[in-house]
């Protein structure tokens, strides 16, 4: 049964990790306009990456002059903690559901920001967002197998 719990839970982090890497192929806000492109314009989930860690580092007195941007804030965290998490639920497999938790606040921040700071939002974001949950689901099976285990 641990196996079959154990093989599960790598498939769904498998498919969270697909998912999150999908969502930065996709139009996913636009709560910032590109330059060069029609008003309105979604960046895809890349695009958004990129120019929060731009805004966030080259720009630092941008989050007190421009609210819209707060969404940015979450980008590089979260992004670097989706990355690193199904690395650490290998190596650390009974403390997967605890590397996993932050990852449940940085998925609902954006959530609970009005829309006049998250602008429209896309498949790209709830992609990006649902990877967020489903790697956490996985993480925890992954965890919960290992104890029953040992």
């Not at 910032?32 to 492109?37: A, L, M, P, Q, V």
């Not at 992609?127 to 956490?136: E, Q, V």
Request: net charge positive; glycine share 6%.
């Amino acid at each position: 049964m641990t196996t079959v719990h154990t093989r599960s839970a790598y498939v769904i982090i498998t498919v969270a990790w697909l998912l999150f890497m999908l969502s930065f192929l996709l139009p996913a806000t636009d709560v910032i306009e590109r330059g060069g492109t029609a008003p309105g314009t979604p960046l895809t989930g890349w695009q958004a990456f990129i120019a929060s860690i731009r805004i966030g580092l080259f720009n630092p007195l941008v989050w007190v002059a421009e609210p819209r941007f707060l969404l940015f804030l979450v980008f590089p965290f979260a992004n670097g903690l989706m990355l690193l998490v199904p690395l650490l639920c290998l190596v650390l497999r009974d403390k997967a559901a605890f590397l996993a938790m932050p990852l449940l606040p940085c998925g609902a921040i954006p959530w609970i920001l009005p829309k006049s700071l998250v602008g429209n939002l896309f498949i790209g974001f709830y992609l990006w967002n649902i990877s967020f949950l489903a790697m956490c689901v996985g993480c925890v099976v992954v965890s919960l197998a290992y104890r029953e285990k040992y």
